[in-house]
């Protein structure tokens, strides 16, 4: 897959993740889709999210990873992307983590 279709598809993938996500999410926390990482040859995606509070990112991930198949038949029927990647949900510590140097730099 060429490098501008894979950011330009990552892009669609991002935009339907965090609109999926502002759907299906309760109100108990709040879910940030933060960033996509999609593979060089486009089957598989891993959908980066924080919450908030912390403590419910454990609970954040399962809801995801139990609504990964619903979240596969929205993108199906809401883009043109043409196969459906893989999904992976995974928490960003990394993200956190920039979040915590931010705090102590203050």
Known sequence: MKNIKRARVGKIIHSLAAEFV???AGRLSL?????VEL???GKEVKIFF???????EDTALKFLVRKTPEFKK????????GTV?????????GE???QRLDELSR
């Not at 929205?74 to 992307?81: T, V, Y």
């Not at 990647?85 to 510590?93: A, C, G, L």
């Open 39 to 41: 593979s060089p040859t």
């Open 31 to 35: 879910i940030t889709v933060t960033r």
């Open 74 to 81: 929205s993108m199906r029927a809401k883009s043109r992307i």
């Open 22 to 24: 502002r759907d299906e």
């Open 50 to 56: 924080t919450t908030l509070p912390e403590s419910k």
């Open 85 to 93: 990647p893989y999904v992976d949900f995974k928490i960003d510590y």
């Open 96 to 98: 956190r983590n920039r």
